[in-house]
């Protein structure tokens, strides 16, 4: 398929998208969010992809939503088309996704990174809700999910001031997974996209799931959870080869069955 806003290519059993819209920063318009949720989802239904990497390329990840396609909506016409349902697709991906954050991640950028299961950062990120100075608060997780990752003093005040955080700051209070030179961000994203797509794939795709169920649920519902996905991993075969490879002292050969 022809996309116009992101590039799709893989690298073995990496499957990589690329936001594309240099000229704005990769403004994410509605195109944009269609044709990465489109490329995610071809992703996820292809058995030979185990991890998606996710870039905004070397110069910057996204600088908000696009502002320019937002400026005259009005109420009923950004709630009737409804474009929200393209994030909310976003959540249903089953395979893990890293995002690799060079430069600014601002409003909507910030909550696609946010989406995202792991965030390698670049020294030069800045992470940032400013949707304040706009006249908005943010719609696409900037309360939520910051809020869970961060913690309620620093999600607010990044949310009230609409001042972003470096990248040093995001990683200490949690937000992004490791800090790295501009020109490793890929290489690091990459290595860890690596190491994660040579696990279990059913394993990796139900711990995904678990961890996030806990976002959205009690610790004892959380817990019931995490068994019942634990006794389903028992009846694939890669369970019998993790643990034989073990008690064989070799290494195991997960072959996604
Ligand atoms: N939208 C549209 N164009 C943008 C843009 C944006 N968010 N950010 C930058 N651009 C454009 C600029 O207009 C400029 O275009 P030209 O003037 O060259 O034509 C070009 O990108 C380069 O930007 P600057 O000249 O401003 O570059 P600087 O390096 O000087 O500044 C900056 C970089 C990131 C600090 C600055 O561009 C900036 O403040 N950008 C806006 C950041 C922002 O406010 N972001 C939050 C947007 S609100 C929703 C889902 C999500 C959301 C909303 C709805 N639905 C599903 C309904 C999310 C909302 C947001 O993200």
Redesign the pocket.
Known sequence: MEYQSIQMSREGAIGRIQLYRP???N??NTGLISELVQALEAFDRDSTIRCILLTGGNRVFA??????E?ATATSAE?MLSN??AD?DRLRRIKKPIVAAVVG?A????C?LAMACDMIVAAENARFGQ??I??GII???GGTQRLTRAVGKARAMEIVLTGSPITAQEALHVGLVNRVVPVENVELEAMKLCQQIASKAPAAVQLAKESVLKSFDTTIADGLDYEQKLFYLLFSTEDQKEGMNAFVEKRKPHFQGK
């Open positions: 000229k704005v920063l403004a994410l600088a908000g939503a696009d502002i320019g937002m950004l474009q929200f994030w600014y601002l409003g909507g950028g909550e400013p949707e100075d706009l943010p719609g696409a």
